[in-house]
């Protein structure tokens, strides 16, 4: 039988929450962010039901048998993401959210932030967002650094 030792392995845990926002910034004119953001820069906002996926990443516990305990984690999601996002108005209730435009990049990003606060080490692989059936964004701490001009 294969022992797990130094095996690493992928946990991961998904909450879903829902959330108002209004895609905009005051460094543009309303037309310039009607033209870049369209319907989604309407004033009185609109909503989302998220689906945020938390992947972990670690070599099994031989006591515990475990990469992270999952009650733990579920816990740790509630402060991190649901405590701070479920049924908010993003732009307004979350501080962040003041001087950054709401994007799901954006958002993602925040969410790894708060978690990885709370995390020792290398644990946190990734961050996974669904806002629609058709858009997702993954986050995995990677910044700009090396790669060449996307745009």
């Known amino acids: 039988m294969e022992r797990s030792e130094n095996r690493i392995v992928y946990v991961s845990r998904t909450e879903t929450f829902s959330a108002g926002h209004r895609l905009f910034t005051e460094k543009l004119t309303d037309v310039e962010n009607e ?21 972990l990443r670690g070599p099994v516990d031989p006591v515990t048998g475990m990469v992270f305990n999952l009650t733990t984690l579920r816990r740790l999601m509630t402060e991190c993401i649901m ?34 606060k709370k995390l020792d080490g290398d644990l946190l692989y990734e961050v996974h967002m669904q806002s629609s059936e058709r858009h997702t964004v993954t986050y995995r701490g990677e910044n700009a650094a090396g790669l060449s001009k996307l745009h």
């Open 83 to 116: 405590d701070v996002l479920d049924h908010k108005n993003i732009n307004v209730d979350v501080p962040h959210f003041r001087d950054t435009v709401t994007t799901s990049e954006n958002i993602v990003i925040f969410i790894w932030n708060q978690l990885k």
């Open 35 to 55: 033209k870049i953001f369209g319907k989604c820069s309407a004033v009185n906002g609109h909503g989302h039901n998220y689906k945020v996926r938390v992947t």
